[in-house]
């Protein structure tokens, strides 16, 4: 697991690289999990499929990480972690395990607002993937 | 696309810096800063920010940056522009995800030395009747399909024939509290998030705040708007929650494809845009306005439970008493009709991050409002000092009747919270005199008042500018904080 915080005035800013796009899904999970639930622990006790889609991968990952914060904001489901079961370039078919957000558990974080699109980099590089992405709070 | 990768800026005066044109930009930008301000910005890709919005199709004057400007996504926060009505854009960047966050002031017959002895009830009381903090909602006021597309057309004034209010309020918010919003416009995933969350505060610079009025520096302006010395006031900064973030996302989708589909070049996809004469464009503004008139609620009925705490703890008379000073947006996108080039010219004016600062006399304003200009509400941080402003011909003239809207910030929040790791910030604040009630020890961390600029150096510059004029001075004694 590979990600860091890059310098940002007001937002959250993160850098990820990873071996595949699965992985870089699973660290994208990661860094929400952390942006949503703090370090507290986050059980895989249930699970949501979510299919996303896109003219490419870039938009593949932000719709992936858009639909994390709505299935949080709607249903307050926190995600532990993410199971790829196809990437085809333009669509990502993946089943999130984690659980139900309890106040008593696991701690209050700052709100994010959205996933942007600001400096949106997702891309191939030698000996796997890298993505940068802003989150709004 | 050109776009300068090495900026020029020079000085023009005390306040004002220009922006060079140069590859791509169709204008130059413009800056309002003293060179403390200006020197603060190096290394934060704002003033970048500033030249990508100068390449958007169809922008009339320069791409303008108010003082208190920072690091956005697309636009900068802090900027203002202004587009043409046929040969124009609107960009969602260029409102952001929260549509219509904006601040209302309230002023009461109280003084601090009324409320000190009841500051931790008060307090306790604001905590719990207005929710806050990430995913609060009301259960009391949970909206029906039907209600809710109510809330989409109507704004402050569903509010207010709810009974969360009075019909004064409404002549006391920027547009009366209400636009041409289209409810068909806002998607199912939009409503959703909608439904359970008016009336609550948010979290991260959100807040409700108690204060009271420390300074004034035009008498006879401040007499007007029921500011008294010592007077206490309650500062609400909150907007269209999760309703408005969902809009926005929704339709930077859409408008990705629109950018294409027009030949539009961005410089950053994030400034993705449509023309303002084509469907999506209108479409948008739909939703837009639908989020915002949210947004004008969700302050409104906050305000209602602000008069509900201070009948429980001061008496009926009190609240009674309550009255709204104004409510403004700082992100919006709006039609207004400005003088360019000594021609009236209907334009799309986007403020992110900048208030509405419209002068005496201005058509728009209500009565009590046309011979002062309108108020402009601006929230330091939660240790220092907030100011009431008023707007000015300076700003009609120069910033399309916009000025700044707040500290903006100058620290990460990685540092904030790295500072505060070893302090306990509610109890310094305490010890100052300011009571904090907050749903999470981070937003309060991140919140730390060093993680902004000194408001004051910010309203100065607009004050300097002549694009604001500087009317009364608040300090907190208490902030729920999300």
């Given amino acids: ?36 639930a703090g370090e507290c622990r986050v059980e895989a006790r249930d699970e949501r499929s979510v299919i996303a889609s896109g003219e490419d991968p870039s938009e593949v990952f932000l719709g992936y990480l858009q639909e994390v914060l709505y299935l949080f904001e709607t249903d307050a489901f926190l995600p532990a972690s993410v199971t790829t079961e196809r990437f085809t370039g333009r669509e990502a078919v993946t089943r999130i395990h984690g659980e139900t957000h309890e106040a008593a558990r696991h701690e209050h974080q700052p709100e994010v607002k959205a996933v942007t699109r600001h400096g949106l980099t997702v891309e191939r590089r030698t000996g796997g993937w890298y993505a940068e992405v802003v989150f709004d709070v | ?21 140069a590859g791509g930009m169709r204008t130059e930008g413009l800056i309002f800063a003293d060179a403390e301000l200006m020197h603060d910005l190096e290394g934060d890709q704002c003033v970048q920010q500033v030249v990508n919005v100068a390449h958007l199709p169809g922008i009339v004057g320069p791409s303008i940056a108010m003082p208190d400007i920072h690091w956005g996504y697309g636009f900068p926060i802090g900027g203002v522009a202004a587009f043409d009505e046929k040969e124009g854009v609107v960009s969602p960047g260029g409102v952001g995800y929260d549509i219509n966050c904006g601040v209302r002031l309230l002023r009461t017959p109280l003084t601090v030395d009324d409320v000190r002895p009841k500051l931790t009830p008060l307090m306790d009381t604001l905590y719990h009747t207005i929710p806050s903090g990430v995913g609060s909602s009301r259960s009391d006021v949970k909206l029906g399909p039907r209600e809710l597309d109510r809330v989409l057309e109507r704004g402050a004034a569903w509010t207010v024939e709810r009974g969360y209010g009075r019909e004064r309020d409404l002549e006391c918010i920027e547009a009366n509290g209400s636009l041409p919003g289209e409810p068909d416009a806002v998607s199912q995933r939009a409503k959703k998030r909608g439904t359970t969350q008016l009336g609550t505060v948010g979290s991260g610079n959100h807040f409700v705040e108690v204060g009271y009025v420390a300074e004034i520096y035009e008498d006879g302006i401040a007499n007007r708007l029921g500011l008294r010395p010592e007077g206490i006031t309650f500062f609400i900064h909150s907007g269209s929650r999760g309703l408005g973030y969902q809009v926005c996302d929704d339709y930077l989708d859409t408008m990705v494809q629109a950018a294409r589909k027009y030949g539009i070049d961005l410089p950053d996809k994030q400034l993705c845009c449509a023309p303002l004469t084509s469907p999506e464009a209108r479409r948008y503004m739909g939703a837009m306005n639908a989020a915002a008139n949210y947004a004008f609620a969700n302050r409104q009925l906050m305000a209602h439970y602000v008069r509900k705490a201070l009948d429980k703890l001061f008496g009926e008379d009190v609240a009674e008493q309550a009255d709204l000073v104004y409510d403004v947006a700082h992100n919006i996108a709006k039609f207004e009709t400005h003088e360019v080039e000594g021609k009236p010219r209907r334009v799309c004016v986007h403020r992110k991050g900048a208030t509405r600062a419209f002068p005496p006399g201005h058509r728009e304003l209500a009565d009590r409002f046309r011979d002062i200009g309108q108020p402009v509400l601006i929230p330091g941080d939660m240790g220092r000092y907030s100011f009431v402003l008023v707007g000015t011909p300076g700003a009609f003239a120069e910033t399309f009747g916009s000025t700044c809207h707040g500290a903006g910030r100058r620290m990460s929040r990685h540092q904030a919270k790295k500072m505060a790791r070893s302090r306990n910030v509610p109890r310094e604040l305490e010890e100052r005199g300011i009571l904090i009630r907050a749903a999470s020890r981070r937003t309060v961390d991140e919140e730390i008042p060093e993680a902004y600029k000194d408001v004051k150096q910010v309203v100065d510059v607009v004050h300097g500018a002549g694009i604001g004029k500087k009317v009364a001075k608040l300090v907190p004694i208490g902030v729920v904080k999300g």
């Fill in chain 2, 1 to 21: 696309m050109s776009v300068p990768t090495k900026v020029s800026v020079e000085r023009i005066d005390e306040y004002r810096w220009r922006v060079k044109r």
């Fill in chain 1, 1 to 36: 697991m590979s990600y860091s915080f890059l310098p940002h005035t007001a937002d959250i800013r993160v850098a990820i690289e990873a071996s595949s796009f699965e992985e870089l899904l699973q660290d994208a999970t990661a860094v929400m999990r952390g942006l949503l």
